[in-house]
């Protein structure tokens, strides 16, 4: 791993993050159409996702028009947080972060929420609040999230302001502002119920950005919605910088996987995080992409191969008959280039796949490996691990599981990492090795 550096703080263009009480309660779309609107201002806007999420951040960038980090209580080391959101502030006008989950909802030992990022970085909170089956009790449940943020026992929370969304009238919109002067919180605007302010989902959340033909004209009509019903100005106003050391460390990236570094990146292998390979790049390595669904194999010259997570189930047809990818992959494993996967990517390097429908499709073969969609059942859960060799990373890791896949067998390999989940409870052995070919189904994100 290359060594730490220092350098001067730079707070950047203010920001903002934008919360809510409890999942599904819309911020992902408007923060969206809050991008989209922001930026045909003639703002230059920079965006962050907390959490360890692969597609949002692609929504982000499609509205903004600027790459969007993963910012990770949980999994990454505060300097890291610190490191990307400075960098992401440095490009724009004004930052917005995207919450995860509710605002004080964590991992399962109770850290890594929003409300500990927006502590960390001093970031105000604007709480977006489903109002649909509510009116005046809008205010205790406002009150509630504020005071919540002023415990003793916690780093200070400000919620600044709230968006009311999913109002059904100006009598509803009314009745709900009413309330909310008594607490005297701002209410920055209340979007109406609008069939136009959805996007459709699958197993690991919403459809893929790059899946959507007709994407900017959601985003347009979601920005007129969103930009008419909100006072962009006062939120605006209420932006503030990020509270960063005078002077801090850029803290030590995890090491590249080689010094040429293949990564698949296509509609099955979109999940990688852009603050791994953005770190592998600084530290010298060159990184060049392949698609293994227009049958493409790495290139000839990668001393290692990197597979992300992704969807390669709804695709495995396709995947198990373009010999182009299987034999690049078996190529690169000849040659004693390392060959490591993760959770889809994984998969893929295993013997076979048995899709939702039942249907076996062959894989690449270079892991003792099966696993079925057939019968779906989650995994989820941060992840800390230890690598049972120097490879692909030495020293202890933090990750990611979110899949539905089943493991139906596994034949004599090594075992990759030993894990423990967030409360530290010991688990299963996670992985496999077979040679330079390794893999499983956590996604990494950090070193500790």
Known sequence: ???????????????????????????TVLTLALLRAL????????????GPDYIDPKFHEAASGLPCPNLDPWAMRPALLRDLASRQAAKAD???????????????????????????????VILIVDAARQAQSVAALVRGFRDHGHEPDREPVRVAGVILNRVGSERHAGMLKASLETIAMPVLGAVPRAADLALPERHLGLVQAGEHADLDAFLERAADIVANAVDLDALARLAAPLALPG??????????????????????????????????????????????????????????????GGYPELHAGLLAHNEGFLAGLKSAADRRALVY??????????EALTDAQGTIHRMA????????????????????LTPCRSLPWAGALTAHEFHYASVLRTG????????????????????????VVMGSFAHVIDGT
Do not use: N
Request: hydrophobic share 40%.
């Open 365 to 384: 073969g270079l892991l003792p490996l099966e696993t079925s969609f057939e019968r779906p059942k989650l995994h989820l859960g941060y992840r800390r």
């Open 341 to 350: 996967g993760e959770c889809g990517g994984y998969m893929v390097l295993g």
């Open 1 to 27: 791993m290359s060594s730490a550096t220092r350098r001067s703080a730079v707070s950047g263009a203010p920001g903002l993050l934008l919360a809510a009480p409890q999942s599904g309660s819309g911020k």
């Open 94 to 124: 004004i930052l917005i972060v995207e919450g995860v989950m509710g605002l004080y909802d964590g991992a399962a030992d109770g850290t890594g929420s929003t409300a500990d990022l927006a502590a960390l970085l001093g970031l105000p």
């Open 39 to 50: 930026a045909r201002r003639g703002l230059c806007v920079a965006s962050a996702k907390v």
């Open 412 to 435: 004599d390999a090594p075992a990759l990492f030993e894990a423990c989940d967030a409360e530290g409870t010991r688990r299963p052995t996670m992985g496999l090795v077979r040679g």
């Open 247 to 308: 002077d801090h460390i850029a803290p030590t990236r995890l090491a590249p996987l080689g010094q040429r570094i293949a990564v698949a990146r296509d509609e099955a292998f979109a999940f990688a995080y852009p603050h791994l390979l953005e770190g592998w790049r600084e530290q010298g390595a060159e990184l060049s992409f392949f698609s293994p669904l227009a049958d493409e194999g790495p290139a000839r010259e990668a001393d290692a191969v990197y597979l992300p």
